[in-house]
């Protein structure tokens, strides 16, 4: 079963909440099925039809949490209005699995007229809805990376 801190869940919140859509950020687990790490990113300006990542931004936090053990989860981003992943958000998603090896990769919308996350998760021939558990405020205590 997967988990997510309140926390950080309101730490997503806020970055998104107060950001253009189609914006995004890494999610990590430090300890395993437990989402506990993010990292936001802007995403390149001149389009705004899709997320375009900060490759090199990325991948450089991702050597970053390589070093401290940090799994890489997936890759969340915003949309205005729809939950759905879009076919340029799936062909991503299964690009990175094939490079990284992996058979899932969590992809969720954070929607920003609703305040509300669909979590996604995608794999090679199939996509499912992954809703994590939230622990309690306080009942664990998680430090963002
Ligand atoms: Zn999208």
């Known amino acids: 079963m997967l988990e997510i801190s309140q926390r950080l869940l309101l730490e997503i919140h806020s970055y998104f909440s107060n950001s253009y859509y189609e914006s995004g950020g890494l999610i990590g687990s430090k300890e395993v099925d437990v989402i506990d790490s993010f990292y936001y990113d802007k995403g390149k300006e001149e389009r ?50 094939g490079l990284n090896n992996i058979h899932s990769i969590l992809m969720p919308i954070y929607i920003i007229n609703k305040q509300i996350i669909i979590w996604h998760e995608v794999h090679i021939d199939n996509i499912i809805l992954r809703v994590p558990n939230t622990t309690k405020p306080g009942g664990k205590r998680y430090e963002r990376e």
């Open 48 to 97: 705004r039809n899709e997320y375009i990542p900060n490759v090199d931004v990325l991948q450089h936090q991702l050597s970053i949490w390589n070093k401290e053990h940090i799994e890489f989860r997936g890759i969340i981003h915003s949309h205005l209005r729809c939950g759905e992943l879009s076919q340029v958000d799936v062909n991503m998603a299964r690009r990175v699995l």
